[in-house]
């Protein structure tokens, strides 16, 4: 199981009291394997979510913003890329490990917003 933490976030086009409150958040990502299954849990004081899925196999998921989703996540070019889709509107992230720290990276419309992750000893 890799445990990742959060390092401050820097953003394009987001608001500065949506970073702000974003920023307070600082969960904790949890990434395991079992059989092929691939658990994402994202921990932090506020709230717990735990997404359940295998690569390249949509399914149905409920955000931590209480959307519910068309989901599909794939292994493209080194970064674990999860495309959302609902409501004829799409969200991707994506995340990847640069210098030993996971950068996830969310794109909706022209909205962008990075969070970096370090690895917890």
């Known amino acids: 199981m890799m445990i990742w933490t959060t390092l401050p976030k820097r953003s394009k086009g987001v608001g500065f009291a949506t970073r702000q409150m974003g920023n307070m958040a600082k ?3 949890l ?6 299954v691939i658990s994402m849990k994202s921990q932090s004081t506020f709230k717990t979510t735990e997404t359940k899925f295998k690569l390249n196999e949509e399914f149905d998921e409920m955000t931590a913003d209480d959307r519910k989703t068309k989901t599909l996540v794939t292994f493209e070019n080194g970064k674990l890329v999860q495309k959302q889709t609902w409501d004829g509107k799409t969200t991707t992230l994506e995340r990847e490990l640069q210098d030993g720290k996971l950068i996830a990276k969310c794109v909706m419309d022209d909205v962008v917003a990075l969070r970096t992750y370090e690895k917890e000893v």
């Open 27 to 29: 969960p904790n990502l």
């Open 31 to 36: 990434f395991s394997i079992d059989d092929g």
